[in-house]
């Protein structure tokens, strides 16, 4: 092997003036990458013989700086949301050089208490959660962020603790999906969720609500129900269907319910979307297997992970103050399918 | 809250003109410190509300054991079967005091070897991986085996490498479901799958055929096809089912696959499982959102994860000797549901 002194990735992300995670994404041949920037990058490490040591690359790296690990805590790794949001971490992670140390909380505050712990032995530089469900205490974040370790939180947003933060548009995501219910002629709208233990809950009411208002509708309590999985959708939809006024659309705060929904309303004989719209919230596997295949607001797990990591790792780094709030929103979007008109 | 700031040993030290360390001792009653200092340090704590600082304290105590790491390779975080194995592998690694480091291959082999490189910087006791479906080379693997750190393999199977394994009753699978669908009196039953690049496919597809046999049919050339996704499935199937003889159930490798077969007959005018019987594999999330449900072969992919964190686990523990090749097969199970008689 020749072992001319050769140009590395770093020096490839200052000539041209974009960051190394543009310059690895690029050689990769990543999609999130325009094709013009991956030539131009591909190009440049063409000419000044930029070739990918793995092994040394690695090796330089690990002499120059310690093994920098993050520490990721998820409630449930079997959830899709949760799983994809967990690949967009690591995909961002890797490409900036960061490993991931991950453990489930199983919703279980005890858990997360004792995940934190570890991690922190294992000097890991930042942590990246979504708390558990019954967590109402909060000093083990609070210990962190006291001794300097940036703590970012996703999805769920722990309200006693002043912390970096990524959402979705929990409530803009709501107001587009009954709004495109409206649009297509939906006059009597009920609403399937939590409308009040969580945050998430409350923001997709609040869309709904608003979406209602703006077209001069009311929310009618007879619509709304506190419901969020399939089997309790079943269960309670041939009640709200036998209402004096029936709803002619659903909007319920996740696919799941969505689908309980809709095999229930075609159970009792409705047809889809011809009688009933429905629509849900998640865009996972389950939306593309039903039939008819269900409008939903996606919810973008890949893109909540990456910012996460983005803010955490900026932090690390000194781009963001590491005392600095971050609060970002990914944009929702509203996939029409077949259960709408 | 009450936030009270609280009290370090480093500030009683300081208070005291002592060490840090004579502080420590004396806090947890070391006879290398005298009583009197020994009292005068604690009411020195007691009064100024000092609690242990259960992070530093840990941070002792990591140094005393060191913090035993395993990395997990998995080709697709947002796979759901890939998630549930690395549930799996996550609830046995932290039941038994074990962290994970985890990364993501994206099914490349490059990618692969660059983790296994950064997992050996990183001191992992032991890697779980599914390999990439690319890999052909198997040194990286073969580096780690040398240098005496286990390797488990799950899922898809490295067969240049003798390395412990967990799979699940593929064979089998295949053979109870192609059973179920001649006791139900199918006569003509295609197969949907990958037969020759993939072990998996390999003993899917061997189950089929030895089901068929068993029962005096003989595997026709016309109704098996390499098919892997919906997308082919709902293009291909029109095809199959204007033979002559058109099969009257199928069997896919996986459930996706299914799900394009079953919409794709149902489209052609045909009923399931009346006309048409079909059985997919996998048992994820899509099997119970199409209509009729899917009947499949559940993978169990938590066991398979167990599995793996345990034969790892007890080979860096040593209670499997660390050259010893451990092959663990966690059965299927056939989920007799909507889309079969």
Do not use: W
């Amino acid at each position: 092997m020749v072992d001319t002194p050769s140009i590395t990735m770093k020096d490839i992300a200052r000539d041209l003036g974009v960051s190394v995670a543009t310059v690895s994404r690029a050689l990769k041949d990543s999609p999130r990458i325009s094709v013009e920037k991956r030539e131009e990058i591909k190009r440049y490490a063409r000419e000044h013989y930029f070739s990918p040591n793995i092994i040394a690359e690695s090796l330089r790296k690990s002499k120059v700086q310690p093994i920098k690990i993050i520490g990721v805590i998820i409630p449930q790794l079997s959830h899709f949301y949760f799983s994809s949001i967990l690949s967009g971490i690591e995909e961002e992670a890797s490409a900036r050089g960061y490993r991931l140390m991950v453990a489930q909380s199983r919703e279980n505050y005890e858990d997360e208490v004792k995940i934190c712990q570890a991690f922190s032995e294992s000097k890991v530089c930042g942590i990246i959660v979504s708390q558990a469900k019954n967590t109402t205490k909060y000093d083990h974040f609070q210990r962190l962020l006291k001794h300097g370790v940036p703590v970012v939180f996703y999805d769920r947003i722990c309200t006693g603790v002043n912390a970096s933060r990524v959402v979705v548009d929990d409530y803009m995501g709501a107001y587009a999906a009954v709004t495109h219910l409206i649009d297509t002629g939906c006059r009597h709208i009920a609403f399937y969720g939590t409308t009040l233990t969580m945050e998430i809950g409350k923001n997709r009411y609040n869309g709904y609500r608003d979406a209602l208002l703006k077209h001069g509708m009311r929310p009618d309590d007879l619509l709304i129900r506190n419901c969020d999985n399939r089997a309790d959708a079943e269960a309670i939809t041939p009640d709200i269907m036998s209402l004096a006024t029936p709803p002619d659309a659903f909007f319920a705060v996740n696919d799941d319910t969505a689908i309980g929904i809709l095999y229930s309303c075609k159970r009792m004989g409705y047809r889809v979307p011809e009688d009933i719209s429905i629509c849900g919230f998640t865009n996972g596997e389950r939306a593309v297997a039903c039939e008819p295949m269900l409008t939903t607001v996606e919810q973008r797990g890949t893109q909540v992970g990456e910012e996460a990591a983005n803010i955490l790792i900026d932090q690390v780094e000194g781009a963001l103050p590491k005392d600095r709030v971050e609060k970002r929103v990914v944009r929702t979007r509203l996939i029409i399918r077949g259960t709408t008109k």
